[in-house]
């Protein structure tokens, strides 16, 4: 199947700075992927949309100045955490739809640890 | 909207068990089902998946059949082993053309030798 990879799969870093993680398509090409946030001993939710040329698109309640997301390539899209506070540490996830047929290609995930 | 309803966990099973995770679903028109397991420390891989009603997916032993009838699509094993302990997630993606993955809570597994 196709391979989406996740970069990096943790990361601690301290109050107030930012972190970006990268999200590569690496043998097909994606207009659009998703970020998911997984609290602890909570499911995957879906933070926002990120399309390829033009703004993401956030779910209700998902601060976009906080979580700038940018995809800029058809094989990659980052998502910053700004100014991260501790309680933005948990588990990110991104995701690509194939291009033929339902699915979904998952990253292999961030753990965001802030301290 | 969608959504995915899930048993939760922990399952503890002792080893060579009989594994049911019961998963119900919430969608509008035809989604497509999938189970996906998260072993500790990793990401997302793609146990199975079924795409229409009366499909069965099947892989590493484990298998769940698409019940269009009940909305269900839960995942069983026949015998389960301790490398099955990781946390198992019911998924559906939507059949219209925005492919968004509505996650059930996850159920943990746990199988003791």
């Known amino acids: 199947g196709a391979v989406v990879s996740q970069h990096p799969s943790r990361v601690i870093c301290k109050s107030g700075t930012s972190v970006k993680i990268e999200c590569r398509s690496l043998?097909?090409?994606?207009?659009?992927m998703f970020w998911y946030r997984q609290f602890p001993k909570q499911s995957l939710m879906l933070m926002a949309t990120s399309n390829e040329g033009s703004k993401a698109t956030y779910e209700q309640g998902v601060e976009k100045d906080k979580f700038l997301i940018n995809h800029a390539s058809l094989t990659l899209s980052t998502l910053t955490v700004t100014s991260a506070h501790p309680e933005d540490s948990s588990f990110y996830i991104c995701s690509a739809p194939a291009n033929s047929g339902p699915e979904a290609f998952f990253g292999q995930g961030t753990r965001l640890t802030v301290v | 909207g969608n959504s995915v309803t899930q048993m939760e966990g922990p399952v503890t099973l002792s080893e060579e068990a009989f594994l049911t995770i019961n998963c119900t679903y919430t969608a509008t028109g035809y989604p497509s089902l999938f189970w996906y397991v998260q072993y500790p420390g990793e990401g997302l891989q793609l146990l199975l998946k079924a795409t229409k009603a009366d499909d069965k997916g099947s892989n590493k032993g484990f298998e769940a059949t698409y019940r269009k009838e009940t909305t269900s699509f839960h995942l069983e094993k026949g015998s389960v082993q301790v490398s099955d302990s990781a946390v198992y997630f019911c998924?559906?993606?939507?059949?219209?053309?925005?492919?968004?993955?509505?996650f059930g809570i996850g159920t943990k597994l746990q199988v003791i030798p």
């Open positions: 998924a559906l993606l939507s059949s219209g053309g925005y492919q968004k993955v509505t």
């Open positions: 043998d097909f090409q994606a207009t659009t």
